[in-house]
């Protein structure tokens, strides 16, 4: 027997199973295994297409969908042998379902925990409601955020604007000042802005000076000094750096410049950060200052020139004077010889009236001697002087004199005639007035209201008999012309008047 | 001083001073046992006469003045020294002060100037 025989050949193996076929109900009994069949495949179908979306339970479900196959094709197998009993078919076929099924429930059973873990619908809607909970926090929190954002740069809108502005006035006073201003590096001394007025200051664009060292464009006689003191505005030693420098302009002539610098420190530390400073152009004050020095030195020169040649001129006036006194001294020295070989008295008197006005003229020589700017002198001590020396050579120690003089600078001219004046005067006095040798002679210079000068010699003695300038005795006729000559050179006037003693005044317009 | 006769040395350069001086300094009852023109001359002399006043003027021949003649007599000899000089300069004054003057004249000099003077130093008996 083939296996075909022994699948299909009811002969074989089934003789006695085909007692159904004779059968009138046997008919509907295939019609509905034939359809349950068709419905079955129809399932197998739906699971096959259903699973193939699902792949987490794939095999499942295709297990589930042999299975399925299986009794669709027993159903088949069991309407077949109503016609001819087939039991190997349907046994091969039952078998094979039943060990799928067996699979399949196997399956199920393994898979059942990790198939009922997955979430339920209602699970997944509670899921869902916190989800969206969540979202809606976050959302919120987000619109927040995104509020504070804006105001945030809002804010931050109004500080730049502030910072715009702040910056634009500091650029604008930073341009456009009429001083120099520089910004650099402390460290370097590199420029790292400059303004017009520096770089025009030195003849540059202010972009030609940008990125040089400042240093370099001081003047090298000054650098060091700068830059020792700069070094102590860096330590912190000074506060600020103000010095009075040059610069090299751009043609390499200097020019004259005020530096304030100041540094400024990086915010809460002693490290420079930038230096910040104001230049000057003092080029014409210092130009001024110089030409003023040099017209100061020259008149410094002249002044000593002019105070040598005045020493000169006082050493050489002090050496006439000195010679005029030396002569007057020789002079004397021979009338004293002559007087000592003379025996008339009245010619010893002449003499002896000849020395006095000797000694008036030395004695106002002496006096321009002793002044600060040996041209003129007091007259009052130097009449005191000479009319006392008149009286003691006299030797009439029972006369007395009194000098008053209002204090009066004279010089030579006016000195000689006014002393010569007052020794004949006095001389006279003392000669005529006194014969019992007792008496009080005054001498009076004053000065008017009016510029003008008196000078008043009087006595209280006998008074004359004859007026000056008359003849008379031969040596008071030589005084009395001497008197008037003088008189005339003083431009003065005279009245004598003799009624108790004699009064000569004379008035004199003004001292020489 | 009683050593000192009661001489008078003139120390001057120019000749007629001298000679003036002299005949006034012996109207007053004085001998004048000489003179010089220079400082060391001067000196010789007061060694010489033992003087007890010396008539000193401030400028005279050759390099040495009045006061170092002066000085050197003070020193020697001790005799007083009466200064005659023509100049009042503050110097010359400053310098004869060094000395020890017993008065300084200026010339022209006159001659009560002189007496007294000659009387302070040495005392003039009436003569």
Redesign the interface.
């Known amino acids: 027997m083939t296996v075909w025989q022994w699948l299909f050949n009811p002969a074989g193996s089934g003789a006695g199973l085909g007692p159904l076929s004779g059968r009138p109900d046997a008919l509907p009994l295939a019609g509905a295994d034939v359809v349950s069949g068709l419905a079955l495949l129809a399932i197998a179908l739906a699971l096959i297409v259903f699973f193939r979306l699902r792949p987490r339970l794939r095999g499942l479900g295709y297990l589930f969908a042999a299975l399925v196959v299986g009794s669709a094709l027993g159903h088949f197998a069991a309407a077949y042998t109503f016609r001819s009993p087939a039991l190997g078919i349907e046994l091969v076929i039952k078998l094979a379902t039943a060990i799928i099924t067996a699979g399949a429930a196997v399956a199920a059973w393994v898979l059942l925990p990790s198939i009922t873990s997955a979430p339920l619908s209602s699970q997944l809607a509670s899921r869902n409601a916190e989800l969206s909970a969540t979202v809606d926090a976050r959302t919120a929190e987000l619109l927040a955020a995104n509020a504070r954002l804006i105001e945030s740069m809002a804010t931050n809108a109004l500080v730049h604007q502030a910072m715009a502005r702040s910056e634009a006035q500091y650029r604008v006073s930073f341009e456009a000042a009429t001083v120099g201003k520089v910004q650099s590096d402390p460290k370097t001394g590199v420029i790292l802005r400059a303004n017009l007025a520096f770089a025009a200051m030195l003849g540059y664009e202010p972009h030609e000076v940008v990125g040089r060292s400042g240093w370099e464009l001081v003047w090298p006689d000054d650098r060091a000094e700068g830059q020792t003191a700069f070094a102590r505005v860096t330590s912190g030693e000074l506060v600020a750096y103000v010095r009075e420098k040059r610069f090299i302009r751009q043609d390499g002539t200097p020019v004259w410049a005020r530096v304030s610098a100041n540094i400024v420190r990086v915010p809460g530390s002693d490290l420079p950060d930038i230096t910040v400073a104001v230049i000057e152009n003092i080029d014409e004050r210092r130009k001024a200052q110089a030409a003023l020095d040099v017209t100061r030195r020259e008149l410094e020169d002249v002044v000593v020139q002019r105070t040598a040649a005045l020493v000169q001129r006082d050493l050489l006036l002090r050496e006439v004077y000195h010679r005029v006194k030396n002569n007057l001294q020789v002079v004397d020295s021979i009338l004293v010889m002559q007087a000592g070989r003379l025996s008339d008295p009245e010619a010893k008197s002449a003499m002896a009236s000849l020395r006095g006005r000797i000694y008036a003229l030395g004695l106002v020589h002496h006096q321009l001697m002793g002044s600060a700017d040996l041209r003129t002198f007091d007259v009052a001590p130097f009449l005191r002087e000479l009319s006392s020396n008149i009286l003691d050579g006299g030797a009439s120690p029972r006369v007395s004199l009194d000098v008053r003089a209002d204090q009066l600078d004279v010089g030579l001219d006016f000195a000689i005639p006014l002393g010569m004046l007052v020794t004949e005067l006095v001389t006279n006095a003392l000669k005529h007035a006194f014969p019992g040798g007792e008496g009080h002679i005054e001498v009076l210079l004053s000065r008017n209201s009016d510029g003008t000068f008196a000078l008043v010699v009087s006595d209280d003695g006998i008074g004359y008999d004859c007026a000056v300038g008359q003849p008379g005795a031969s040596a008071a006729g030589l005084g009395s012309k001497i008197i008037l000559a003088l008189v005339n050179q003083l431009k003065a006037t005279m009245d004598v008047q003799s009624d108790q003693g004699t009064r000569a005044e004379i008035h004199i317009k003004a001292a020489a | 001083m009683s050593d000192l006769k009661r001489h008078v040395l003139i120390v001057d350069d ?1 000749f ?6 002299t ?2 300094v012996e ?1 007053m009852g004085l001998t004048v046992c000489g003179s010089a023109s220079t400082a060391d001359r001067g000196v010789e002399l007061a060694g010489l006469h033992q003087p007890m006043l010396v008539l000193m003027d401030m400028r005279l021949d050759g390099a040495k003045d009045g006061v170092d003649a002066a000085l050197a007599i003070y020193e020697t000899i001790g005799s007083k020294v009466i200064f005659i000089t ?4 503050p110097s010359t004054v400053v310098r004869i002060r060094e000395d020890h003057p017993s008065a300084i004249l ?8 002189l007496r007294t003077a000659i009387d302070a130093a040495i005392g003039l008996d009436g003569g």
Request: proline share 5%; charged share 20%.
């Open positions: 120019d007629l001073i001298v000679m003036g001086l005949e006034q109207q023509g100049s009042q300069d200026f010339k022209p000099v006159s001659n009560l100037q």
